[in-house]
């Protein structure tokens, strides 16, 4: 079934944001060509609506389109961009702004040059600037405007003639030179020595209050020598967003910036404005109790092993596949809470869930008591036998719908649509709750399956094996632009069948 975007405003609010440091003939280009690359990109679509963020919205013409795209038979999509996918379009179009000065020939087919070839062009050039000393170039001491005294002849200066940039690219080896950033629509940033020789570059975005990029020489990250320094700038600027790269920092509600190296100094009841990022990192030991994090804290290959007490996560505790801990804090609350082959043996009594947990193929055997669940739980009753009898999933005793003891099947608890689990026609699964399955081409329905309430499919193709599963349910089963006219012989349905 083909796609379609229902949120293009955020696509176009992308491109003119990353585009608007270009010339009239770059935005042009990025208008068309990179819009449409990222349209094709899979990288940047999602078939579940991501969460508001700082954009205008468009909730009517989003609702139009989702209308019109249920009319035409054609599966919604959002677009979303990923770090990598920023990062990569932000050296794309370093190239592309800095065209007219290294290739004035190619820059004059411009309009001609696809995204893919332009992406090419971009990465040799990057990996030229990183690799060859060229021709230095005389520092412009009228193009450098003192930002912040840091002492022993350390400075952070700011860059604001095309010759102070072309400097700055030279010595550092990157792209800030060569025209690409000389209309300034963002600032630029260089941290000096007593010689004036540059060791950081940072790139600093007021309009959307985000640190774009910051790099020591050849692109790479910034050493943990420069840190302090780093920060000083940092909490001069206090911008609300950082770079992806920017790991060793992360921004509280009030503005301050945290040294992520430092987190066991901490205050309790720290709270973080964005996501904490704690990935491939073994040098924190500890998080403060009371920790509030606005976005998602991601624990991938993270060195630690306890979570704080009182630990509350807005979005996703991410990655504890890939980390050490084993068992979750007492207070915890949480948004989305994936155990899903992680090491984590206990949930602490009282945890809170908001949306969604998923403990299959986890090592945990029991459900804590006080456990409450926002919208759906899903487990595996071969492992987990018996319902704490003060469990609560989306606002309902769970003791109430399926009794002390829970069927030795995959249990899924709650309302829930296909693309909230994962299945296969060798599976046996019990939902209590509604369970829908909208836009799917090819339906895989798992080889045994009950459904304590109603079954609603909606433009879906049934695969053969789908015609032959064993389902029970237990309410309504209506089947929309399904292609059958009554349900399958092995299907069993003990309310009303509608079919259209």
């Not at 599963?469 to 929309?480: I, K, N, P, Q, S």
Request: proline share 7%; with cysteine; net charge neutral.
């Amino acid at each position: 079934m083909a796609d379609m975007f229902v949120n293009p405003p955020d696509l176009d609010r992308f491109v003119e944001a990353r585009a608007r440091r270009l010339d009239e003939a770059g935005r042009t280009w990025a208008r068309r060509h990179l819009r449409r690359f990222l349209m094709r990109d899979p990288r940047c679509r999602t078939r579940r609506r991501p969460r508001p963020g700082g954009g205008d919205g468009d909730g009517d013409g989003e609702a139009r389109l989702l209308e019109k795209a249920r009319r035409l038979n054609l599966s919604p999509v959002w677009f979303v961009a990923p770090p990598e996918v920023d990062d990569e379009v932000g050296r794309v179009l370093d190239w592309i702004g800095s065209l007219p000065e290294i290739d004035a020939r190619l820059a004059g087919k411009l309009e001609r040059i696809p995204y893919e070839h332009a992406r090419g062009h971009a990465d040799r050039w990057h990996q030229r600037l990183t690799r060859t000393r060229r021709t230095a170039v005389a520092d412009d001491p009228g193009g450098t405007e003192p930002v912040l005294d840091l002492g022993r002849g350390w400075r952070w200066v700011r860059l604001t003639t095309p010759r102070a940039l072309d400097y700055e690219g030279r010595r550092m080896r990157n792209c800030v030179g060569d025209g690409s950033y000389d209309r300034f629509c963002t600032e630029i940033y260089s941290l000096r020595d007593s010689a004036n020789q540059p060791h950081c570059t940072v790139e600093h975005d007021p309009e959307r209050d985000r640190i774009q990029q910051a790099r020591a020489r050849a692109n790479q990250d910034i050493p943990p020598r420069h840190g302090d320094r780093v920060a000083a700038l940092l909490e001069l600027l206090r911008p609300k967003r950082l770079n992806a790269r920017l790991t060793e920092f992360a921004v509280a509600e009030d503005g301050a910036i945290l040294r992520v190296s430092r987190a066991a100094d901490w205050p309790r009841d720290t709270r973080i404005l964005n996501h904490l990022v704690l990935s491939n990192r073994d040098d924190v030991e500890a998080l403060p109790d009371g920790l509030h994090v606005n976005g998602s804290l991601i624990l991938a290959n993270c060195g630690l092993r306890r979570l704080p007490r009182d630990l509350t996560v807005c979005q996703a505790l991410a990655g504890l596949a890939l980390s050490p801990v084993t068992a979750l804090p007492e207070g915890l609350t949480v948004r989305v809470l994936n155990l899903e082959d992680s090491m984590v043996k206990s949930i602490a009594p009282g945890t809170r869930v908001l949306k969604e947990l998923n403990l299959v193929h986890s090592p945990v055997r029991a459900l804590p008591a006080g456990l409450k669940v926002g919208k759906l739980l899903i487990l595996d009753g071969t492992v987990i036998h018996e319902v704490p009898p003060d469990l609560v999933v989306a606002g309902r005793r769970v003791r109430d719908m399926v009794g002390p003891r829970l069927p030795e099947t995959t249990v899924v608890i709650g309302d829930a649509a296909a693309a909230d689990f994962m299945f296969d026609s060798r599976d046996s699964i019990t939902v209590f709750g509604r369970l829908r399955f909208t836009r799917w081409p090819q339906l895989e329905i798992p080889g045994s399956m009950v459904v304590h309430g109603d079954l609603e499919l909606s433009e879906v193709g049934l695969a053969p094996g789908a015609l032959r599963a064993r389902v029970v349910v237990h309410g309504d089963a209506t089947l929309h632009d399904t292609g059958l006219d009554a349900v399958p012989e092995s299907w069993t349905v003990h309310g009303r069948v509608v079919c259209d």
